[in-house]
């Protein structure tokens, strides 16, 4: 129950609360795999690396999966000739908060089939890591940056696996995780302070600098110290 004396942006202070209800993986409902021909060969083929199925929407079949296998189960999905999940429209995470776990989410569709399966990994929050799937579809290389900057999630063997919407240097962690503070870790002033401090070369990578094109800074503005002449 909320503090009926907190006003203004008091709560938001106080950063996320659980909820009485608690949401996690469980929601869906128990389903028949025979609904869907890629789980029955998931069961049949991985046994218990397979280790849950349910259907949400009504149609949203999703299999949870054990992430040490992760990248051979999805080359299986991929590769396998009655399944050919050639597409892989999204990858992301789930922050339960709590302790519990951070899932890693795939979106699949078999163009060939037309067919949608969605799979997910637990991670625990002590062993945030994965293996990469970018040599399997390459739309996954930003999409996996994505999750590792937002949610800390570590991609083993990634090609290039920086921040890709936080700044590279971004020292308050993750800020899709639960426990990430709503204003974020450091005070206002202390983020006003690194912000501008910052030089060009902080908002541009070494391959733009040597574009040849001078960096876009601000006009100083005349009778300023910068604009004098």
């Known amino acids: 129950m909320l503090d ?7 709560t938001v202070e106080g950063g996320p609360q659980l909820s009485g209800k608690s949401t ?38 999703v299999v949870w999966i054990d992430s ?35 899932e890693v989410v795939y979106q699949l569709f078999s163009t060939v089939y037309k067919r949608a399966l969605r799979v997910r990994c637990k991670l625990p929050l002590d062993g945030l890591e994965i293996d990469s799937i970018v040599e399997l579809w390459s739309a996954a290389n930003w ?10 999630v ?38 006003t302070r690194r912000a501008l401090d910052q030089s060009v070369e902080h908002s541009y990578i070494a391959e733009e600098m040597d574009l040849g094109r001078d960096p876009q800074q601000a006009t100083p503005i005349i009778g300023t110290k910068d604009g004098d002449e």
């Not at 040490?68 to 992301?92: G, P, V």
């Not at 999409?143 to 800390?152: A, C, I, M, P, T």
């Not at 936080?166 to 639960?178: N, S, T, V």
């Open 68 to 102: 040490a296998c992760n990248l051979e189960i999805l080359r299986w999905l991929r590769e396998q000739q009655d399944h050919q999940y050639d597409m892989i429209s999204d990858i992301t995470a789930v922050d339960y908060g709590a302790g519990r776990p951070i």
């Open 24 to 61: 996690d993986s469980s929601g869906g409902k128990m389903d028949d795999p025979d609904g869907h021909p890629s789980v029955i060969a998931l069961l049949s083929q991985f046994g218990d690396a397979v280790s849950g199925h349910r259907v949400f929407a009504g149609t949203q079949h």
């Open 154 to 191: 570590t991609f083993r063997k990634h090609p290039d696996l920086r921040r890709i919407l936080m700044p590279h240097d971004y020292e308050e962690g993750h800020p899709l995780r639960k426990d990430f503070p709503l204003r974020g870790r450091f005070s206002r002033a202390e983020q």
């Open 143 to 152: 999409l996996e940056r994505e999750v590792y900057d937002l949610f800390g």
């Open 4 to 10: 009926e004396t907190k006003t203004g942006l008091d």
